[in-house]
């Protein structure tokens, strides 16, 4: 197979998933052992494990001001809503976008911009269909704020979905990362919300597909209104 074509379908694996790999295919040998039917399907759950937790490289925009996507998936809802209050940043609603992920997605979460972690606080909570607008504020979830260059916050949050039931969180309060860093994964399908700052608009549109690094949300140095889009 051309080398190209193997870049295409084997990708780099996040060190999170090796044991998960590891155990997926302990079973698989014990199932072919059992039954080989069994064992082929056991197979193919590990080659999903693997799949799930890879951890593609990615272009990540140069441009200073940007906001791009914290997670690979596709806009669920664009709203106001006031931002968790676990990070003490007022009780004004501001513009939230949120990603939902899916179990094929790449689970792997980035900076959605260059900033310092003013605070990160995780709640525990309920694991409805993150795709639900009420699980932004009932199911298990870890919020970050990121205190941008010019003062302004930036909120991101990692909510836990029907299917998920860990959040990992790799940042620390006080670092400074670029966008596009790598800070988290979430284990298995679930969703990220962005809460930008006041006066900034979305460039984005509901069921648009996002790829985590890569696509911009929002552009912090110019008025830009909120991009429309028609589904086709």
Known sequence: ??????DTFIKPMHPEGWRFVAI???VTLVLFWLWEPLGWLGL??????????????RSVPLD?????SPADG???LIERAVPPEELGMGPEALLRVS???NVFNCHVNRMPVAGQIDAIAYRPGKFLNASLDKASSDNERNSLAIRLADGRKVAVVQIAGLVARRIVCF???GQSLRMGDRFGLIRFGSRLDVYLPEGVEPQVALGQTMVAGETVIADLTRDLAPRLARSE
């Open 44 to 57: 193919g759950l590990t080659v999903w494990c693997y799949y799930f937790f890879r951890d593609p490289v």
């Open 99 to 101: 990603v939902f992920m």
């Open 74 to 76: 596709v806009i669920s």
């Open 1 to 6: 197979m051309p080398m190209n074509m193997l």
């Open 24 to 26: 997926f295919g302990a």
């Open 64 to 68: 200073e001001g940007l906001i791009v």
């Open 171 to 173: 940042a620390r309060v």
